[in-house]
């Protein structure tokens, strides 16, 4: 079965860290480009940034309001895709989903708050 | 940034009836490679997105054959031919032919 699984959501403070991980499987994890997208509460689809298979080039690309803050990694020896988040704010509060574009995970909740 | 408009923002249909949705693009989708970069999504209640259509009219696995897409340039649609309860939710547009990739705000459907 293909399935992504997200975990590391939680409650952090603005200016804190948060490092979020996805499980994939299934699939050639390493073939695929995956991207994390978000969504705050009661609101539409945001794209958060991008990473290309490593036969690609392996870059990343970045939404413009977190840029410089988050940065997405993958192994692709444990399948696993990941989204360190660093100074935090309150706007980045949301579910943060992973996805390869056409198989989903279950999304992770992110609360930034004091 | 493309900027993905869809119409309307919410409907309601009686099961058997089709449905209608629009999408357009500030800028054309399609690539020098001859594809177009346009995917439609259903997110249904307390659930992730799943995809229904890649890429304008091709159905993903498993999707029903009620589901149609079709469009080119800058203007696409989604089309339900008969509307089924479980076809509630929100349905979203998205391009992917340049970044940031960029999502329509969402289309309500709801049943009658």
């Known amino acids: 079965e293909v399935q992504l699984v997200e975990s590391g959501g939680g409650l952090v403070k603005p200016g804190g860290s948060l490092r979020l991980s996805c499980a994939a499987s299934g699939f050639t994890f390493s073939s695929a480009w995956m991207s994390w997208v978000r969504q705050a509460p009661g609101k539409g689809l945001e794209w958060v940034g991008r990473i290309k298979s490593k036969t690609d080039g392996g870059t990343t690309d970045y939404a413009a309001p977190v840029k410089d803050r988050f940065t997405i990694s993958r192994d692709d020896s444990k399948n696993t895709l990941s989204l360190q988040m660093n100074s935090l704010k309150t706007e980045d509060t949301a579910v943060y989903y992973c996805t390869s574009g056409f198989v989903w995970g279950q999304g992770t909740l992110v609360t930034v708050s004091s | 940034d493309i900027v993905m408009t869809q119409t309307p923002l919410s409907l309601s249909v009686t099961p058997g009836q089709p449905a209608s949705i629009s999408c357009k693009s500030s800028q054309s989708l399609l690539h020098s490679d001859g594809k177009t970069y346009l995917y439609w999504y259903l997110q249904k209640p307390g659930q992730p997105p799943q995809l229904l259509i890649y890429?304008?009219?091709n159905r993903f696995s498993g999707v029903p054959d009620r589901f149609g897409g079709s469009g080119s340039g800058t203007d696409f649609t989604l089309k339900i031919s008969r509307v089924e309860a479980e076809d509630v939710g929100v349905y979203y547009c998205m391009q992917s032919i340049q970044l940031p990739i960029t999502f329509g705000q969402g289309t309500r459907l709801e049943i009658k």
């Open positions: 890429e304008v009219s």
